[in-house]
C-alpha cells in the first residue's frame, strides 16, 4: 500500500510539473493602428426596472470615423463552427491556441468577418482580410465590429 501511495504520489509531481512546464506556442503581434482602434470599443451599462443589466455598444468618435470605410487588418482566424472553411467567422489579434478570456489584459479585439464570396480556409497562421467596416448595435445580428464583404488578401 506505501509504495502504490508513494508511486501515485510522484506521478501526481511529474504530471503537476510537467503541466507547468507547457510553453504556450509564440504568435506573430497583428495589433496595428486599426485594431488599437477597435480595442476602444465600450459599452454603456444599465439596469432596466426588472433588475436586468443590459450592456449597449458605444463607439467612440475615432471608432465611427471607420464606420463604412474599407481596412485591411492582419489576424488570426477563430471560427464559430467546426470545419476547414468558414464564410463567417471571428478575426482576432491571438490565434486560437491562447486562451482567449484569462490572462492580464481581458479579451483581445476581435470583429466579425464575413466573406463576400466563398470561403476562408482555416489556419493556425495568420492572414490578411480586407472588408467594409459596419459598427453594429443590434447585437442579436452579430458582433459589435463587423467586417462585411470581405476578402482574403495574398
Known amino acids: 500500500m506505501i509504495f502504490n501511495k508513494r508511486t501515485a504520489t510522484i506521478i501526481l509531481l511529474f504530471i503537476s510539473f510537467a503541466a507547468r512546464s507547457q510553453v504556450i506556442p509564440d504568435h506573430k503581434p497583428m495589433m496595428n493602428d486599426i485594431w488599437q482602434v477597435f480595442d476602444q470599443l465600450m459599452y454603456k451599462v444599465t439596469t432596466e426596472e426588472d433588475g436586468t443589466t443590459v450592456y449597449t455598444p458605444y463607439f467612440p468618435k475615432m471608432l465611427k470615423s471607420l464606420d463604412n470605410t474599407v ?84
Open 71 to 154: 481596412v485591411t487588418l492582419p489576424g488570426y482566424m477563430i471560427p464559430f463552427d467546426m470545419g476547414r472553411d468558414h464564410h463567417v467567422f471571428m478575426l482576432s489579434v491571438l490565434p486560437v491556441m491562447q486562451c482567449m478570456f484569462c490572462g492580464q489584459n481581458g479579451i483581445p479585439p476581435m470583429v466579425q468577418v464575413t466573406m463576400k464570396h466563398g470561403k476562408a480556409r482555416f489556419s493556425n497562421d495568420p492572414f490578411k482580410i480586407k472588408g467594409k467596416v459596419h459598427l453594429n448595435t443590434n447585437l442579436e445580428k452579430g458582433a459589435e465590429i463587423q467586417l462585411l464583404e470581405a476578402e482574403v488578401i495574398k
